[in-house]
């Protein structure tokens, strides 16, 4: 299955890792393209715990793919003004496309179709095509102005999925939060995963009660 993950600069670049990770062990082909601003959070957020940040967003880019995708499944990564990808044109049968996280001026430009670049591209050549995309916004609180942009794309057809995990499944760690809402996204995208417990199938016990 051939999957486009977009990466744009909100907070939340662990969710685009998590997500990365699952496709590619689920074997999808991933074709991945990541804004400058968020290549600027992968550096925040996942790359500065350790040596510090590449000064060059491609060399973010290049050790966010080192770091998740660790699966059968194959990254393209893709330039953010190369229209001549695939992912560009209905005519890929690309069918499902996952944006994570989607800031709130991504989501703006797909509300109202004036797309800049690739991300903003293929997220409108899956509405037009009436295919899957899912949006991951994370950004608290909203003004109106997010409101009405996140009604406009679900009215068009995408699925707007706020990064607002579960705590149902009992987490211990934060990366059980990241990944409840990366198998949410993998869900709607078709792509098989065991990410976490479902609800009535194996039921996780609280620590102190009995099986």
Known sequence: MRVFLGVTGASGALYAGHALRALT????????????????????????????????????????????????????????????????????????????????????????????????????????????LVLMPRETPLNLIHIENWAAVTRAGAIVMPAMPGFYGLPRRMEDLVDFMVAKALDHLGVPNDLITRWGEDAPVRPGTAA
């Open 25 to 132: 062990v689920a074997g999808c082909d991933v074709g991945l393209c990541v804004s400058g601003a968020g290549a600027h959070v992968i550096s925040h957020e996942i790359l500065e715990a350790g040596t510090g940040p590449p000064d060059d967003p491609a060399l973010a880019v290049e050790a966010f793919v080192e770091r998740f995708a660790t699966g059968p499944g194959t990254v393209t990564r893709l330039g953010l003004n190369d229209l001549t990808a695939p992912f560009a044109s209905g005519s890929s049968l690309a069918p499902a496309a996952l944006i994570a996280p989607c800031s709130g001026s991504t989501m703006a430009a797909i509300a109202h179709g004036t797309a800049r670049n690739l991300i903003h591209r293929c997220a409108d050549v899956m509405l037009k095509e009436r295919r899957t």
